[in-house]
């Protein structure tokens, strides 16, 4: 049937986008046999969110925080299809997504729209704006679609993948904490184990970061996963974020002989400096 398919996504304090998403789901041509949704803190009470148009599942760990990775894999885990697309909460989705996603979905392709990014983290855009909006972030390179393309033009924002697949790489590294990198081992793992990237010619939105800054705001973070990548792939992912750290004086400059070390902490004013606008 062509409902059998499932969604993930997970949610950390982002209710307001969760209901949007929800809505947006329910709007598409083709819907969902089910939409799993970690809940990467205590629940609340968008956990009894419900659709009359597909099953919502509600998974959460009461009392801990749940790190990225793993509340990925256990979304995964949840689904009852064996097609599953995965979406990150603040996407805007176009109607015909999940059918272009879907029907280039076969055992041994990762599928994935095309992501552009909104100049705004608060702007949200009605249906008809979805593919044509001057309000974009430049400069982010799209790949030709519906043929394969390099795992370098991978966004985990948003992919269709066989459950088959994603059990046999290994789904996401636990190891990983926090953003980034965890993303980037995902994509490494795919295509060092043979599976094929196919972009669509759908669009994605999502909200730039602008003013916020991962590199300063996640720093332990960043450090970490990046010596752990170096480990596994032998190089460090990422450049220009540890670039950024360098030039704030927060890692050393002399990490690619030595390796990463935090410096000093970001101060408060650094930290204020990041913080996306209310």
């Not at 099953?55 to 689904?79: M, Q, W, Y």
């Not at 990548?229 to 974020?241: A, H, L, R």
Request: with cysteine; aromatic share 8%; proline share 6%.
């Amino acid at each position: 049937m062509e409902n059998q398919f499932s969604i993930v996504t997970i949610v950390h304090k982002r209710t307001q986008a969760l209901s949007r998403l929800i809505r947006e789901i329910e709007k598409s041509r083709l819907l969902p046999l089910e939409v799993i949704v970690v809940w990467m803190g205590s629940p609340c009470s968008e956990s009894l969110l419900t659709s009359p148009h597909f099953t919502i599942k509600h998974k959460f760990v009461a009392n801990e925080h749940l790190p990225v990775s793993r509340a990925r894999n256990k979304g995964f885990d949840c689904c009852s299809a064996t097609r599953i697309i995965y979406l990150e909460v603040d996407c805007q989705i176009p109607s015909h997504l999940f059918d272009e996603l879907l029907n280039k979905l076969t055992v041994g392709q990762v599928v994935c729209p095309n992501v552009h990014y909104l100049a705004s983290t608060k702007e949200c855009l009605p249906e008809q704006e979805l593919q044509h909006t001057p309000k974009l972030v430049p400069g982010h390179a799209t790949a030709p679609t519906d043929t394969p393309v390099s795992f370098t033009y991978f966004r985990t924002m948003a992919f269709a993948i066989h459950k088959r697949d994603y059990h046999t790489i290994g789904g996401f590294d636990e190891e990983f904490s926090g953003i980034g990198v965890g993303d980037i081992d995902f994509a490494m793992r795919c295509s060092q184990s043979g599976l094929t990237l196919i972009k669509t010619a759908s669009v994605v939105l999502y909200p730039d970061a602008g003013k916020l800054n991962p590199a300063i705001l996640h720093l332990c973070d960043i450090v970490n996963n990046a010596a752990r990548f170096k480990q596994k792939w032998g190089n460090y992912p990422m450049e220009s974020w540890l670039r950024e750290l360098v030039t704030a004086g927060l890692i050393n400059d002399d990490y690619p002989h030595t390796g990463l070390r935090v410096k000093r902490m970001p101060t408060q004013q650094e930290l204020a400096a990041c913080q996306p606008e209310e």
